[in-house]
């Protein structure tokens, strides 16, 4: 951690860095006195909302340094220095702190005080009881690391960001997998009373295993029939984090708004939480699997197969794969799918041009428009929002949006949704591509030829049947036993750590 001091902070601006002089603040007044920062006085000043730090406000110099202002959200803790600074008779304390910079990223820094009078312990005694008043602050986690996943770097990132849960005060349990299916059973039989979070170290599939097996564990104690699609799922009441170690980790960036683990790291110490959605996929009335971020069939879970068949190659199986996909004809397959508006309003107001009409007597909507084959179908947990000025993808909506490839040419429908994702301001589908939006469930069901039996088809036709039994779940494949599709949508579910730029996110305690 780099020892940098308010009045000497030669960074550009960032959040913490305010006007040039204090402002009175009366509110909620904790403490506040003259203090020492690098030789010079300095007024601190704690309230209930944080605290500051800078020139005072009757002082006559020309001080022009920068008044540095926290929220207690953003201040860590305050150690007692084991000896007091060169020049000074007295003892000082270092105030540890997170600075935000404009590209989302996180980092500490500290500031060294001196208290004139030699009462140092009252400054670190009221900060410190502040940090652990700060609302989702983790006092407690259990850490299951995937030490395989990625660069099989996940013990190192771990060590890497220890220091900081040790610095705020947290005490860590840590699991290390060790097998396949290792974090699912941790997250469907650990006790996971009295920690108040877990922390996935690792990709986008480590947490999806844990969510599963949390899920199942959390249902069976709450007595839910969870291989009823249409029963109340209960909601974990613990937290989850991510720090960034796998080979996708799209779920932290989503959260964070960059892959960086220190960040990770300082957004869940901050406790900033959110509650995310999740599908839940059911097959033929069984809980087949729970998705954390991306639900994909057919061409989207033919591509994860070939990925999967080329693991030998390493990362590189993926862009090698992915160009496979363009050149090859895509397998195309017959279904029926339905699909349920988030709401009555939407329904109504949703775009006709889809070719749907009502199932009578039920909420669910069958699709009726174009009558071909269907070479993928598509659905983030996440949406394009806006905050009035920048279009950007949230994952703390109550909709989602799913699209259905009738055929389009595999450049341009890639392109389609790379666009989507990058947040574009003008995606244009091209015309085999149907996006379904404000949709909250859909059914898929594939229906094979009426002359198809298990005597008759082809060798290309069995290997065929054997890709309709695999779906793509956050970039892992899944198998069915067979093609019939219920998948849900939970709102606000899951508290995960991280960051909302809507100014109404759906923030948990």
């Known amino acids: 951690m780099s020892d940098h001091t308010a009045v000497d902070h030669k960074q550009g601006a960032g959040d913490n860095v305010k006007s040039d002089h204090l402002e009175d603040i009366h509110s909620d007044l904790i403490l506040e006195g003259v203090v020492l920062v690098s030789g010079k006085e300095k007024h601190l000043k704690l309230n209930q909302n944080g605290l500051t730090l800078g020139t005072q ?26 000896k007091p600074p060169a020049g000074h008779q007295h003892s000082s304390f270092t105030l540890h702190y997170i600075h935000h910079d404009a590209s989302s990223k996180l980092r500490t820094q500290t500031v060294k005080i001196v208290d004139k009078d030699g009462q140092e312990d009252k400054w670190i005694n009221a900060v410190n009881a502040q940090c652990h008043k700060v609302p989702g602050r983790p006092k407690k986690a259990f850490v299951i690391i995937n030490p395989i996943g990625g660069a099989r770097r996940g013990r190192q990132i771990y060590q890497k960001v220890a220091p900081l849960f040790e610095l705020a005060g947290m005490q860590m349990t840590v699991a290390i997998t060790e097998k396949s299916k290792h974090a699912l059973e941790l997250g469907e039989q650990q006790d996971f009373s009295g920690y108040d979070s877990i922390i996935t170290v690792g990709g986008d599939g480590l947490y999806q295993e844990v969510l599963m097996g949390l899920i ?16 109340v799922f209960s909601r974990p009441d613990i937290k989850l984090g991510i720090i960034p170690a796998g080979t996708g980790n799209g779920l932290a960036l989503l959260c964070n708004g960059i892959v960086d683990e220190i960040t990770a790291a300082l957004n869940i110490i901050r406790g900033e939480n959110q509650r995310t959605q999740i599908f839940t996929v059911h097959s033929c009335g069984k809980l087949v699997t729970v998705c954390g971020m991306i639900f994909g069939y057919g ?20 862009p090698y794969a992915f160009i496979g996909s363009l050149v090859k004809k895509p397998r195309m ?44 179908i598509f659905a983030m947990l996440y949406k394009q929002v806006t905050d009035g000025k920048d279009i950007f993808l949230s994952p703390y909506v109550n909709s989602v949006d799913f699209f259905v490839d009738f055929g389009c040419g595999r ?51 069995a290997k065929e049947k054997q890709l309709e039994q695999l779906l793509d779940i956050d970039g892992e494949v899944i198998r069915v036993d067979k093609p019939e599709l219920d ?20 923030k948990a305690k």
Not at 216 to 231: E, T, W
Not at 302 to 311: A, F, G, I, P, V
């Open 57 to 82: 406000v009757t002082s006559a110099s020309n001080d022009k340094s920068k008044v540095l202002s926290l929220t207690w959200r953003d201040v860590m803790c305050a150690v007692k220095d084991l």
């Open 333 to 376: 397959f017959n279904c029926t799918f339905e699909y349920r508006f988030a709401d009555k309003q939407e329904k109504q107001d949703e775009d006709n041009s889809l070719g749907a009409s009502n199932s009578q007597g039920t909420e669910w909507t069958v699709y009726t428009g174009n009558s071909g084959p269907v070479c993928g």
């Open 487 to 506: 998948i849900r949508l939970h709102s606000h579910f899951v508290s995960m750590y991280g960051v909302s730029k809507l100014p109404d996110g759906d």
């Open 216 to 231: 199942l564990q959390i249902q069976k104690k709450a007595g839910v029939d969870y291989n009823n699609p249409d029963s």
């Open 411 to 461: 450049l341009e429908v890639w392109l389609a949704l790379y666009k989507f994702i990058q947040c574009k301001n003008e995606v244009t589908l091209p015309a085999k591509l149907e996006r379904f939006s404000k949709v909250n469930g859909f059914r898929i069901k594939v229906t094979p030829d009426a002359a198809e039996n298990s005597e008759n088809i082809s060798a290309k036709r």
């Open 299 to 318: 061409l989207y879970s033919d591509l994860m197969k070939r990925t999967d068949d080329l693991r030998w190659m390493g990362r590189m199986r993926y």
